[in-house]
C-alpha cells in the first residue's frame, strides 16, 4: 500500500510541475495539428484523406509528446540533484521509475487523441476499430516514453538530451510508415524500419483505422512490448551505472 502511495505521489507531482503547465498543454494541443495541416498542405490532399494520415499524426504526437518533456525533466532533475533526493525514498528503483514515467504515458495518450477529435468533424471514423486502437495508443506512449527515459539516462546535459532525442525521432518519421508504407522505402532502407518500435505500433493503427497492415496484429503487440522490457532494463541499468555507483 505504501508502495502505491509513493507512486501515486511522485507521478501526480511530476505531472503539477511538469505536465500541466500552460505550455506544454498549448504544445500538445498545437503540435498535432500543425502536423496534419503540413500534410495537408505539402500533398494537397482533401479531406477524403484524413482517415489516411490519422494513423501517422496519432503517432507522431505520442512520440513527440513522450520523448519531449521526459528526456528533459529526468535530466533536468538529475542536474538539480532532485532526483538524489528521491533514490532515497524507501521504494524499489523500477517503481520509481515507472512513476516517473507515467506522467509522460498519460500526457502521451491524452495527446493522441488531439487529432482524432478534427478528424471526426472531417471522416467517417464508424469503420475504426477503437478495442483495438486504444491498446496501441497506449502501447506506442509506453514505448516512446521509455525510449525518452533511455535517452535522458544516457545524457548529462538538457541540451544533450534534445539532440540525442532527435537522433531517433526524425528518422523515425521517415522510415517507420507514418505517411507512406514502408514498401515504398529504397531497398537499403526498409530494414532499418523494423528496427525501430514505433514501425509496429504504427502497422497496429493502420490496421485498425483502415485495414491495411503489415504483420499480423498480435506480432506488432508482443514485438512493441519486447521493445518496452528492454528499454527500461537498459535505461535501469544506466542508472545504477551512472547515477548511483
Known amino acids: 500500500m505504501k508502495q502505491w502511495i509513493a507512486f501515486k505521489n511522485i507521478m501526480l507531482k511530476d505531472m503539477r510541475s511538469y505536465y ?8 500538445g494541443l498545437v503540435f498535432p495539428l500543425a502536423w496534419t495541416a503540413m500534410f495537408f498542405v ?4 482533401g479531406l477524403e484523406k484524413a482517415i489516411e494520415v490519422l494513423p501517422g499524426v496519432v503517432a507522431i504526437s505520442i512520440l513527440f509528446g513522450t520523448t ?7 535530466t533536468f532533475e538529475k542536474k538539480n540533484r532532485s532526483f538524489e533526493r528521491l533514490l532515497l525514498a524507501p521504494v524499489s528503483l523500477e517503481l520509481l521509475m515507472l512513476s516517473k514515467t507515467g506522467g509522460a504515458i498519460l500526457f502521451g495518450v491524452v495527446n493522441s487523441f488531439v487529432p482524432v477529435v478534427p478528424a471526426a468533424f472531417l471522416t467517417d471514423l464508424t469503420q475504426v476499430e477503437w478495442l483495438t486502437v486504444l491498446p496501441a495508443v497506449a502501447m506506442i506512449a509506453v514505448v516512446s516514453t521509455f525510449l525518452g527515459l533511455f535517452i535522458a539516462v544516457s545524457v548529462s546535459e538538457v541540451f544533450e538530451a534534445q539532440t540525442f532525442s532527435n537522433f531517433f525521432r526524425f528518422p523515425m518519421i521517415f ?5 507512406f508504407p514502408v514498401a515504398d522505402l529504397p531497398v537499403f532502407l526498409e530494414p532499418l524500419s523494423y528496427v525501430l518500435p514505433l514501425t509496429y505500433g504504427v502497422d497496429i493503427l493502420h490496421g485498425s483505422i483502415h485495414g491495411q497492415h503489415i504483420f499480423p496484429i498480435w506480432i506488432n503487440f508482443f514485438i512493441l512490448a519486447g521493445f518496452c522490457i528492454i528499454l527500461f532494463y537498459f535505461s535501469l ?6 547515477w548511483i555507483l
Do not use: E
Not at 519531449?68 to 529526468?74: D, F, G, H, K, Q
Not at 541499468?237 to 551512472?242: E, G, L, Q, T
Open 20 to 27: 500541466l503547465k500552460p505550455p506544454n498543454v498549448s504544445w
Open 42 to 45: 505539402r500533398t494537397g490532399s
Open 68 to 74: 519531449s518533456m521526459l528526456a528533459v525533466t529526468i
Open 237 to 242: 541499468k544506466n542508472i545504477h551505472r551512472k
Open 175 to 179: 522510415l517507420c510508415g507514418l505517411f
